[in-house]
């Protein structure tokens, strides 16, 4: 019989065949500063990562490491405890690099996320609110193939506790993955249907 375990690259004992999943949401959250708004500051906003549940992830994740455009000053923030988040000013919108780096026991390397942070809605471009954020979010999931056993075996039934501690954790959203594979679905049923259309006229002048 084939062992479940085998002792890897740094002399790790890794479970064989297993893989452990981990969802986490990577967020902008930006208010418009309204008459406060100069040319060069017209958004506070803030940047993070987060449990799906808002849960403190520091039991996965041991530092998230936020590389903002080059014009910030100190353009690199490192961030080692919850909430991993981090608070800004400015006035464009532009593409974030967000870097997880795992616990030690993980034995696994550090994960590059991308991400765009968005001050201005698209329902709404020319409705700037400073009560509601513009609020843009996307679920990811950590995937540990073959993980330490030890890792696996602290991490796969701990229960880390929703601390909400962030200022603006009212206006995380309620994140159902489902949610979203429904609208991939509907998406893709369109273009299948916008594809039949644009094939049948072609088929008509043929």
Excluded at 24 to 43: I, M, N, P
Excluded at 126 to 149: A, C, D, R
Aim: include cysteine.
């Amino acid at each position: 019989m084939a062992s479940d375990t085998f002792v890897g690259q740094r002399g790790e004992r890794r479970l064989r065949h297993k893989e452990f999943v981990y969802p986490v949401v990577v967020g902008t959250c930006a208010f418009y500063l309204g008459k406060k708004a100069t040319e060069t500051q017209s958004h506070k906003w803030y940047l993070y990562v987060r449990g799906v549940s808002g849960e403190d992830i520091g039991h996965i994740v041991k530092k998230v490491v936020f590389n903002l455009h080059p014009t910030f000053p100190n353009p690199t923030r490192e961030v080692t405890v919850h909430p991993f988040e981090i608070e800004e000013h400015g006035w464009g919108e532009f593409e974030l690099n967000v870097t997880l780096h795992f616990a030690d026991d993980a034995q696994e390397q550090p994960v590059e996320i991308y991400h765009k942070l968005k001050l201005y809605s698209e329902v709404e471009p020319g409705n700037q609110s400073t009560k509601k954020p513009v609020v843009n979010e996307q679920y990811e999931e950590l995937i540990f193939s073959e993980p330490v056993e030890a890792f696996y075996q602290r991490v796969s039934n701990y229960a880390p506790p929703v601390a909400f501690q962030s200022t603006i954790a009212p206006h995380f959203r309620t994140f159902e993955p489902a949610d979203d594979l429904q609208k991939i679905n509907h998406a893709r049923q369109r273009v299948a249907h916008m594809m039949a259309n644009v094939k049948h006229q072609f088929e008509s002048y043929a």
